[in-house]
């Protein structure tokens, strides 16, 4: 129980991307890593299939396909950005899978980056993952190593 009697639901957060999970403050771009738009993770994917983090909808799909943000059922907005200054390939390199006002659930498959273009273009596939309105989320936890996407908690959190 909060104070005057608020309850606080603890929430969870899967990785989004399989890979090695850091903190956001070794994301190699500063409007991530000084937390600008908010705190969360980054992963060093292993994998380029995205998968949702969490259960709720499709706000927004970049239509340079480098970003999507959701808004999961219990009020995160998340960020989920894919490699570092990609929006330079201008969709190159990535495919969408789900359209924005789309319902997803954990694990569900979102996006899927080319890792080894990305990486010829001289570009990092750090993908970081972000909870943009901080303001309402209390208690955040990251947990950092190996991950799997869509099955490995990264991040607790209470509304």
Do not use: W
């Amino acid at each position: 129980m909060g104070l005057f009697g608020t309850r606080f639901r603890k929430l969870e957060m899967m990785a989004p991307l399989s890979g090695k999970v850091v903190p956001i403050t070794e994301a190699p771009d500063s409007v991530f890593s000084n937390k600008v738009l908010g705190d969360g993770v980054a992963v060093v994917p292993s994998s380029g299939k995205v998968l949702s983090p969490v259960s709720g909808t499709i706000v927004q799909i970049a239509h340079s396909l480098h970003a999507i943000c959701l808004q999961s059922d219990d009020g995160a907005e998340i960020l989920i950005h894919l490699g570092v200054d990609t929006v330079s390939l201008e969709g190159k390199g990535f495919t969408c899978f789900v359209r924005e006002g789309q319902h997803v659930g954990v694990g569900e498959k979102l996006m899927e980056m080319n890792l080894e273009l990305i990486k010829a273009k001289g570009l990092s596939t750090v993908s970081p993952c972000i909870i943009t309105n901080m303001d309402r989320m209390k208690d955040l936890s990251m947990k950092y190593g190996d991950a799997v996407a869509g099955e490995t908690v990264v991040m607790t959190y209470k509304e």
